[in-house]
């Protein structure tokens, strides 16, 4: 994502214009310059999703011919060569195939009727087929009709615009899409134990209409971006033009998805499928042309000589599972070592200084200052002042605890212990026993290190039970 963010312009014509960034920049780059890579990562998704047995995968590649609902089939090839062969005489635009010359004209419409999307019954209501035909004429000899003037009405464009779908050679999805469409239709969400719902699972319907889309021809798609668009901003308006997205997909259904030359009754059941699918269409076709992220990614990465991904779960695979980032995995553990060489060290050096600052401070003449630094050295911990014990006087008073409960024991419970110790008879083991109460556990080695009057007797035990049950009662 960071890529194509920043542009540089050294052109001083072209500074302060808007610099248009497209997320699908590398999706329309692997789509131009490696079309069997790019139709083998979509339709590879395509099937992760949808159900394609073996023959209609083959005609959603293009590899059999179509078998389509009856009065579509192969049978009727030669009357549907023979009409638009009738087609192509009348002009360049209307029943030709699809062109980008063609769009363009057509454009014309789409663009005036932005601008006259409240007129009510648009789409539905027809126009004056005289008028119809002027304008036709005039988009087949490829003329810019100013459509403000005033001589034609926003029925009469709409019509036309109707009529020039009707009279392409296939519907704008094209034939290769009809059976990946009637699946899509059947994507329905499941259950907590796994059975299927009779709710639409929206989100992959979207997912697998973007793929699709991806798939189209380029005339095609684009022209359906353009005509999808002004159907969903039509039923924004339908408080003024009666045209909810419904009214407008049974209007618009036989131009986009319907097999040509086919009836309703040819379609049967399938007809309330295309009509609903043509309405979730419309309603979401914010959504549908934008390639979904993980495409985006793999292009993406195609091009940067990174892992490619195969679909989307493969982006919720961990990094380590591909051969290719084992030395990435590597070199970040060569770093981390790295890291902890250079810290201890860091602290080696500074362990050293320490204990050579340590030496130096203690080989001072005696003076006050001397006696504050050593102050200083042993109120820092000993993992911080390496060398400290070689200098520590064996004796060492152990530091009081500054604590609120600590201060409260102190208060609470020092009488009753001096009191203790005065009655208590002052035999060897009390007086070891009260210097070793003064004396933290840290340093009870240390004081009583070559002491022999120290010993564990019993009457020692007894005694500390003692005073541990006095100081419960007093508590």
Known sequence: DAICN????????????????????????????????????????????????????????????LKLPSGAGTASGFFRSLMSLKRKEKGVVFGSPLTEEGIAQIYQLIEYLHKNLRVEGLFRVPGNSVRQQVLRDALNNGADVDLESGEFHSNDVASLLKMFLGELPEPLLTHRHFHAHLKIAD?????????????????????????????????????LKLLLDLLYQ?????????????????????????????????????????????????????????????????????????????????????????????????????????????????????????????????????????KKLIRQFNKQPTAQTPGADEFTPQFQKRTRSRSFSGLIKRKVLGNQIITE???????????????????????????????????VTPARLKLSEGKKEGRKGIL
């Open 6 to 65: 920043f542009v540089i312009c050294n052109d001083a014509s072209l500074r302060g214009q808007p610099i248009i960034f497209n997320p699908d920049f590398f999706v329309e780059k692997l789509r131009h310059e490696k079309p069997d890579v790019f139709t083998e990562l979509v339709v590879s998704n395509i099937t992760r999703l949808i159900d394609l047995p073996g023959t209609e995968l083959a005609q959603l590649m293009g590899e059999v011919d």
């Open 187 to 223: 994507l329905m969400q499941f259950d907590d134990k796994g059975n299927k719902t009779s709710i639409p699972d929206k989100e992959r319907q979207i997912e697998a209409l973007q793929l699709l889309f991806l798939i189209l021809p380029p005339p095609n798609r684009n022209l």
């Open 234 to 370: 039509t039923a924004k308006k339908q408080d003024k033009n009666k045209m909810s997205a419904h009214n407008l997909a049974l209007m618009f259904a036989p131009h986009i998805l319907w097999p040509k030359n086919v009836t309703a009754n040819d379609l049967q059941e399938n007809i309330t499928k295309l009509n609903n699918g043509m309405t979730f269409m419309i309603k979401h076709s914010q959504k549908l042309f934008k390639a979904p992220a993980y495409v985006r990614e793999c292009a993406r990465l195609h091009y940067l000589g990174s892992r490619t991904h195969a679909s989307k779960d493969d982006l919720d695979l961990p990094t380590s599972c591909s051969s290719k980032d084992f030395p990435l995995s590597k070199s970040h553990k060569r770093t981390r070592m790295n890291t902890c060489f250079q810290q201890e060290e860091t602290q080696q050096r500074t362990e050293e200084a320490l204990r050579e600052l340590f030496r130096h401070v203690h080989n001072m003449p005696d003076s006050a200052k001397k």
């Open 421 to 455: 110790k005065k009655n208590r008879c002052c035999t060897p083991e009390s007086v070891d026993i009260g210097e070793m109460n003064r004396s933290s556990k840290e340093n009870v080695n240390l004081v009583c290190f070559g002491s022999p009057a120290l010993k």
